[in-house]
Every structure is written in C-alpha cells, then in structure tokens.
C-alpha cells in the first residue's frame, strides 16, 4: 500500500470518492483479521452498478473487494449456500441442470449475491407471484462485523436482524455468505403487444408480469408480458430472444456514444415493434428463465430515476409524467429515452419496500445521456412530481440530488425507520460501514476513526 488514492466512480460516472486502497480477501479467516487490523470506513465492492454514491466510501476509506469469495456451493434440498463474491450468473451457471433456479432472475447477470441480498433489488414476479424482492428468498446471512467477529443470522438466531438484513445497503456489517431458497425451473413464454396507454390505465394489473415501455410522443405501450409454464419441458430460447435479451444490455453504450437524446425513443420504438411483429406473426417466443442475466457491461453509462406507487396513485401520476416529458423536450430540446413500469408485489417477509402489503408500480425514467445538465433538471422536477403522488424512491436507482432522508423514512416507515437506526448504531458503533450520503439520509454519525493502512492492502485498479 503507497499511500496514493485512487477515484472510484460509480456505474455510471456521476458520482466519485477518492479511495485508499483495496483488499481482497481470499478467506474468511483474512477477512476477519483485517477487520481486527484497521481502523476508519470501509464499503464492499460488489458489482457497482448503483447510480447513487451509496456504495462509495468517505474520502480516503477502503474497498472490500469480495470477488474472490465465490463458491457455489450444491444444493442442499431448496437451498443453497453462496458466498457474496459470486455473480448471479455464477449462481446460475452452478444451477443448471439441477431443475433448481433463484426466485427472482433480472436481465443483467453479474450483480454481486452479496450486494443484491442486502438491498431493496427487485424484478418481474414471475417465479413467485408474491414477490419480487430477491433478498426476500435469503433465509440465513453470515456477516463479519466492524470489530471482526462472525455473526450468524437466521430465524432461528435473530429473526429481527434477518427482516432488515434485507434492505441494509451494506449499513451492518460485510456479508459473507447467504443461504437462498430456490424454485423449480420452468420454462418461460415472452409475448409482445402494443396497447393503448388508456387501456393499461384502466386496469394496471392486468400486466403483472410485464415490462411497459411507454414514450412520451405516443398514446400505445409496448407490452412484454412474461408467463411461466409448469408443463412446459426446458428447452432452448427463440433466437430472437436470445438476441433482444444480449442487444439490451448493449444497447446503452450504443446510444450514448451515437445517438442523440432526441432519437432514442424513436430506436427504442422500432426495436420493440420488431418483437410485436414477431409475436402478431408467430405468437409468444420460448424463453429459458437462464438465459436472462446475460453478462451486461461492466460500465453502464446510464441515468436511472426510479420511483414506486400504489396503484391509484399510478394512474394519476404516469399521465403527469408523460406531460411533464413533453414540456422538457419542448422548452429544453431533451427527454428521456423511455419510462419503464412494472408491477412490485409486496409483502412483509423484509423491511423498507417489501414491508408494505400493497402491490406497488415501479416508474423507472431512462436516460442514456446521464452527464446532461437537462438530465439532471428532469431528474429534480420528476422527484418533485413523484413525491407530490405520494411516491417512494429505489435508493440505488436515484441520484443523490433527488433523495432526501423524508423518502427513506416514507421507504421503511417510521417504526422500521427507527428500528433500523437502532440496530446500525448497535452493530456498528463507529459507523465503520457507512458512506456520506447513507449517513445523510439515514441520520447517522460518519465514521469515528480516521483511515489506517490495512496490511496487505493494495491500490484500487
């Protein structure tokens, strides 16, 4: 270790921390004497893909870079053991041919098991109709606290600690390991239609496991509807969705470095009419649920402003932001590339979002410009309109500017709100965890040690 920092950023640039260095643990037994060893912050690297700074640590602190903790291990009935290094790809890839698949399986695949089982991560419920929270399906965490000891969470052993262990955005401690339920492997069916926007209005959950790609210069949404066949044997994917699910996690470098904002949509909108063709001509295309979580990019280049709703408030609030798109393009020359809706059963296996028993719609603004000073003004005046419809924002897919500690405590609830305070202050007392921004907006004290070099630590790459 020399001394010299190094910017860390996040996925998509907008946010950098100067950070001291690096350490790669290869065991539990060296992650838990450096722990013991050093002083001062410390955050987990998992696969950086929040858009928040929530994952960067205070100037100066240190990175655990847990890549190299990733067994696999067999299953054991419907379970199985992981350690947070591996990938969700990984995960699946140790998976096939078992019968056996996590309950919840997103588009991009090399989000970090540890970092998606400790955050409010949430897909398509598809597997599992009751929820789509992936955390919701971790049972047991193995976590390393700030003094170094190993502690063991399950329902048996703190069943507290389990239901925000859920949502701690990394506040607790350094998961170590998870041990997940698993679902049988049935195949998929993928359909694509276009609807008018009245039509989904009038009844949102009829499109319970789609994805809604609606566009502020269109009255039509795009459906791509997902439905899970528990007599329909494993096979291989329709070409076609073999290609839509790798061209999208391409696709936003593409248009970042070709396209100008203004286009976008219209290229969003020819791609998605290609695949309601496809289906008018040959109807629903077969999907292996393994060939989501493609490998995507590393880097993502992309601006994410994703807010959730009940129902009734949904209805209200979409045609307001389909207005307030259309005033940005026309006073500012800018819009987003396309607004993404689905629907988020909840329940109260966890704390913060899967706490409220109401199914909630999930309003995602995509941008493919994040760097554009009009980007950040729709940003502002979009969290304005979504706290205005009683709103609550997706921590990691919001940028600092928007969030404020009144949509945290709107996200947990009072009573989780307080609680979950408590337990940060008890399990880490000099705040050894936590970043600037979720000190902010969780009122906790930064860290009370300054940083030291840890031994066998090295620069950041």
């Avoid at 809604?212 to 439905?227: G, K, Q, W």
């Avoid at 066949?229 to 470098?253: K, V």
């Avoid at 593409?254 to 695949?275: E, G, H, N």
């Avoid at 940083?451 to 790459?461: K, N, Y």
Wanted: charged share 20%; proline share 8%; glycine share 8%.
């Amino acid at each position: 270790m020399t001394g010299t920092t190094t910017a860390m950023q996040t996925v998509n640039g907008r946010h950098s921390a100067e950070v001291g260095g690096t350490f790669s643990p290869c065991s539990m037994d060296q992650l838990q004497a450096w722990m013991r060893e050093t002083q001062g912050p410390v955050r987990v690297v998992g696969g950086m893909y929040s858009v928040s700074s929530g994952a960067l640590p205070p100037p100066g602190g240190w990175l655990l870079d847990l890549r190299s903790l990733r067994q696999v291990s067999q299953p054991e009935g419907d379970t199985i053991r992981v350690e947070a290094g591996a990938t969700l790809r990984e995960l699946l890839d140790a998976l096939r041919g078992t019968g056996l698949q996590p309950g919840v399986v997103p588009l991009l695949g090399n989000f970090s098991i540890g970092a998606i089982s400790g955050t409010p991560f949430y897909d398509l419920p598809v597997v599992c109709p009751e929820h789509a929270h992936f955390s919701t399906d971790v049972i047991a965490y193995t976590l390393v606290l700030a003094d170094g000891s190993r502690h063991e969470v399950d329902a048996q052993n703190h069943p507290e600690q389990l239901t925000l262990l859920r949502t701690h955005q990394g506040l607790l401690g350094v998961v170590s390991e998870v041990r997940l339920r698993l679902y049988p492997t049935r195949m998929h069916t993928v359909s694509f239609e276009s609807v008018p926007l009245a039509t989904h209005l009038a009844d949102p959950e009829q499109h319970r496991t789609s994805y809604l790609y609606v566009f502020p210069d269109s009255d039509a949404v795009i459906v791509e509807r997902h439905t899970r066949h528990e007599e329909m044997a494993l096979g291989t994917s329709d070409l076609l969705m073999h290609a839509y699910q790798r061209l999208a996690t391409r696709l936003d470098s593409f248009c970042q470095r070709w396209v100008s904002p203004l286009w976008v949509p219209l290229l969003q909108r020819t791609l998605q009419r290609i695949a309601v063709l496809r289906t008018r001509l040959g109807g629903p295309l077969r999907l292996h649920p393994f060939d989501r979580a493609q490998i995507g990019p590393r880097l993502r280049p992309l601006a994410l402003c994703d807010w959730q709703f009940d129902v009734s408030a949904y209805r209200r609030v979409l045609p307001d932001l389909l207005r307030l798109c259309r005033d940005h393009r026309q006073t500012h020359g800018y819009g987003p590339g396309f607004i993404s809706v689905y629907t988020v059963p909840q329940n109260a296996a966890g704390a913060g979002y899967s706490s409220r028993e109401s199914l909630q719609m999930s309003v995602d603004v995509v941008a493919y410009h994040p760097d554009d000073p009009r980007q950040h003004a729709l940003e502002a005046d979009w969290a304005a309109l979504a706290r205005a419809h009683g709103g609550r924002p997706s921590l990691n897919k919001n940028a600092d500017a928007v969030l404020e500690r009144h949509d945290v405590e709107r996200i947990y609830g009072s009573a989780d709100y307080a609680r979950f305070r408590e337990l940060c202050q008890a399990m880490d007392p000099r705040g050894r965890f936590r970043s600037p921004l979720l000190s902010r907006l969780f009122e906790l004290p930064g860290p009370a040690d300054p940083p030291t070099v840890p031994p066998g630590s090295r620069d950041p790459d």
